[in-house]
């Protein structure tokens, strides 16, 4: 099974953006309609599903497709050889425990842990979706410490080395699995990992060289968004203590449901209602579009009720960049009440023309359905 990242042809630390611009690319190429395999396409499409989503893309590389461990070649977490069926066992034990499990050796504190990503929510409405928008997100995050500029020392003296464990940033466990005992190492809980502690730590951010602050950001949101999308803004997360790598800020869309416009899809669907006579006699009829201001609709002669106008490219646009969608009328048809004199006169010279008998027995209506019951 072909490597997602090779797929797409990005590097395995792409961003969210880098990973959207090579699917973009990959899907004009393949794509059935523009004479591309339809196979490649499909494949190229899983891959985009599987990286654009944080969770399963986490999921990808420390496991695999489909959570079959060993399916990606050139694993970081290798080190024990990997090359069979079931994967390394340095994978297996990498889902268990979480990547901190250093192999033991030469030691040594484990790779500066980032800021965690952080995760906000965003209600736009539907014309925001046909539009695209920028937005302002706030949110609470701990931001790099000014006071001590992220050394988390008041003096401002580098950390020094963690006394439990030693520098390390991890400390050894025995720990049962599947495969019999093995020893693990798990984050120190006095360094957290980092290997190293402040001995005067800064009074503003407890040595953590970090501290929670409100924040602005103003979020770009393309047209053509989803309800449940979620937008990835690199670095702009937590910040990692004593000056590690942010993590990424998520920002997770909800679309308001709308007045007049139901979303199918890429298309718009909404009702609309004629008089009885513009119905039979044709016409038509002028309608607002959720974007554009209106658009003129023609209503063929004989419309029956639940029939469907189309509004061509009147619809949304979506992220893949094909055209927009369409706009869709659903039919109602107003029957007229309260008729009197020369309307009900005019109606009833209708129906006699029609021979349609206001007084007749209801046995013609069902000519349709009686082949249904007679066995
Ligand atoms: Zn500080
Ligand atoms: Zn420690």
């Known amino acids: 099974m072909p490597d997602l990242y090779d797929l797409l042809d990005v590097a395995p630390e792409a961003t969210g953006d880098e990973i959207k611009r090579a699917y973009r690319r990959k899907a004009r190429e393949h794509h059935p309609d523009a004479g591309g395999d339809e196979e490649t396409f499909k494949k190229v499409t899983h891959a985009y599903q599987v990286l654009s989503d944080p969770e399963k893309r986490v999921r990808y590389d420390r496991l695999g497709d489909d959570g079959t461990p060993g399916t990606r070649g050139g694993d970081p977490f290798g080190g024990f050889g990997g090359g069979g069926g079931f994967g390394g066992i340095g994978d297996v034990i990498d889902a268990f425990f979480g990547s901190s499990f250093g192999g033991g050796g030469a030691g040594g504190p484990r790779r500066t842990q980032p800021g965690r990503d952080v995760l906000v929510p965003l209600e736009l409405d539907l014309e925001d979706v046909a539009t695209g928008v920028q937005r302002p997100v706030e949110i609470e995050v701990a931001v790099g410490c000014d006071t001590c500029e992220g050394a988390g020392s008041a003096s401002g003296a580098a950390a020094t080395r963690c006394d ?15 495969f019999g005992q093995m020893a693990t190492a798990s984050p120190c809980p006095r360094c957290d990992g980092g290997g190293r502690t402040v001995d ?21 949101i393309p047209p053509g968004v989803d309800d449940g999308d979620r937008l990835r803004v690199t670095g702009a997360g937590e910040a990692g203590r004593r000056g590690a790598p942010s993590g990424d800020l998520y920002v997770e869309l909800r679309i308001a449901p709308h007045e007049v416009f139901e979303r199918v899809g890429h298309d718009l669907v909404a009702d609309v209602t004629v008089p009885f006579t513009q119905a039979a006699l044709g016409g038509s009829i002028t309608v607002p579009t959720l974007v554009d201001d209106e658009a003129e609709v023609a209503v063929p002669a004989g419309s029956q009720p639940g029939d469907v106008l189309t509004v061509r490219r009147a619809g949304l646009r979506d992220r893949s960049g094909r055209p927009r969608g369409d706009l869709r009328l659903r039919l109602s048809v107003e029957v007229p009440t309260g008729l009197a004199g020369e309307q009900r006169e005019l109606v009833e010279r209708l129906a006699e023309l029609r021979g349609e008998h206001l007084d007749a027995s209801g046995r013609g209506l069902f000519t349709r359905l009686r082949g249904a019951f007679q066995r």
């Open 164 to 178: 439990t464990c030693g520098g390390a940033g991890q400390v050894q466990r025995v720990v049962r699995t599947a």
């Open 200 to 220: 005067d730590p800064c009074d503003d951010c407890g040595g953590e060289g970090r501290r929670v602050e409100r924040r602005t950001l103003t979020v770009d």
